[in-house]
């Protein structure tokens, strides 16, 4: 046999390690997360160090199979920033603007409430809306903007405010106390619920490890903070999504010591809601989960008896489905967020490349074994290596977006928009089903302007 004949085969027999083998480590990693066994940080360090990364891949889209079948989710929506000016100076962000300084801007509510109608009208679902830590705008500016979008748009879904802005209403509020900073969180959320509220997006969560924390991100809050925000939202019945920024001066072990303790959060608000130990999953049928007995699993969210029962990663855990969502407090989706050093303090550094951004959420899907979604976020990964990724654990690319000012990719402006067409080919392309979704993954049922959302059982 030639040379040549030798490595084609070589090839096709070692499948997706692309001709250098696969790795039996990878092998074994992969039987027990599909067995359902949670994965251990050095099974995750063994993720990130072989060579057979075409193997992780396939285990996360096994992994993400299960859980969602086909589906490709994506939603119409709007990302709005209402001021980039910003009383930190974060080393990693390009985003932020001092007050009075050129490019720096602050949205009135007319403005917002323009943008809201704007949305409903190009028909969006959800408005994701964030900014920097203004330091004069009064608490009353916050709550004015949701209930003024909430008049104009009451069907928009607001999802706004990273835990870094809560802590830092709370601090405007004046109501953030050193030694009970829980009340404070609280009292906020509570009225920005009340004004309007439905969600938390995952920002400003970065890398939980105070090393990285004060080379990079210094003056944000630290990881416990940001986990105490959220778990409040939860308690409070908000759901709410989590990132995780990396390929900067982080280190692989500490993506997995912050993927580890978002699951061990997950735990928590899956118990708070009555999910979590073995034998807590509810009866087939009931609530909308369609566990079989002695199946451990859910129904993926679906309308129709049709649709299989899924088995999650991890035996005992049963994940909520839409269906429960008029008892939310849990977090939805993660979101790996490549650091893009364009324009920020921290220029020197590389980035991440394609292939670390593909294997970080590949193993994201395969760590975070209680999170329902993982999210390839196309504006920061392109369309093109989103799609790569539905095949590699993703099952959701946010959404049709419009302006996003925090990152300009390859020197895009602030107007990154995609439409319909293009986020249903790109799921296509990747052998998914396009499934349009609204924030709270419910399936958004179209009739002309009009969408609806159907409750599931
Ligand atoms: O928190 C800032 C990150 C985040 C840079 O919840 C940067 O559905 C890369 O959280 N390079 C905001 N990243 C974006 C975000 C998000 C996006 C899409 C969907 C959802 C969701 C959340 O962007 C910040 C920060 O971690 N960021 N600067 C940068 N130079």
């Not at 105490?228 to 997995?256: K, P």
């Not at 296509?428 to 993954?441: F, S």
Request: with cysteine.
């Amino acid at each position: 046999m030639t040379t040549a004949a030798a490595t084609l085969e070589q090839h096709a027999r070692s499948g997706p390690g692309r001709g250098r083998g696969r790795d039996p480590r990878i092998a074994d990693i992969a039987a027990r997360a599909l067995a359902g066994e949670r994965l251990g940080l050095d099974d995750g360090e063994a993720l990130f160090a072989t060579p057979d990364i075409w193997s992780v891949c396939e285990a996360a889209d096994a992994v993400r199979t299960r859980l969602h079948g086909d589906a490709g989710y994506f939603n119409v929506n709007r990302h709005m920033n209402y001021s980039n000016v910003c009383a930190l100076s974060c080393r990693f962000c390009e985003f932020y603007r001092k007050q009075g300084e050129e490019g720096a801007y602050t949205r009135d509510t007319a403005y917002v409430v323009g943008q809201a109608r704007g949305a409903v009208e190009a028909g969006a679902t959800e408005m994701h809306i964030v900014g920097g830590l203004h330091p004069y705008l009064p608490f009353e500016y916050y709550t004015g903007l949701l209930s003024a979008i909430r008049a104009a748009a009451p069907a928009l879904h607001i999802k706004a405010f990273t835990a870094v802005e809560i802590v830092h209403l709370a601090r405007i509020a004046k109501v953030y106390k050193a030694d009970d900073r829980e009340a404070g969180i609280r009292w906020v959320l509570g009225r920005l619920k009340e004004a309007g509220l439905g969600s938390l997006p995952g920002g400003g969560a970065e890398v939980f490890d105070d090393r990285v924390h004060d080379e990079a991100f210094k003056g944000k809050i630290r990881s416990d903070v940001w986990l105490d925000v959220h778990r409040v939202a939860h308690e409070l019945g908000l759901n709410s999504n989590a990132t995780i920024l990396y390929g900067h001066v982080e280190h692989r072990r500490d993506r997995l010591v912050h993927m580890d303790m978002l699951r061990r959060a997950q735990d928590r608000a899956l118990a708070r809601l009555g999910y979590g130990g073995v034998g807590a999953v509810p009866e087939a049928g009931k609530g909308g989960l369609g566990a079989a007995p002695g199946h451990l699993g859910y129904r993926a969210e679906a309308f129709d008896d049709a649709t299989p029962v899924i088995t999650l990663t991890r035996p005992g855990v049963s994940l909520p489905t839409p269906a429960m969502n008029s008892r939310g407090g849990y977090f939805q989706t993660i979101i790996p967020l490549p650091f893009f050093p364009d324009g920020s303090d921290l220029e020197g550094l590389p980035g991440p490349g394609g292939l670390e951004n593909l294997r970080t959420l590949a193993v994201a899907r395969l760590m975070l074994d209680n999170f329902p979604h993982v999210k390839a976020f196309w504006i920061m990964q392109t369309l093109a290596m989103a799609t790569l990724m539905m095949q590699c654990g993703a099952d959701d690319i946010d959404g049709t977006v419009v302006w996003y000012d925090i990152t300009k990719v390859g020197g895009s402006s602030t107007h990154q928009e995609t439409t319909v067409a293009d986020l249903q080919r790109a799921i296509r392309e990747a052998g998914k089903v396009p499934v349009e979704r609204d924030t709270l993954y419910r399936r958004v049922a179209r009739d002309g302007a009009a969408w609806t959302t159907a409750e599931h059982r």
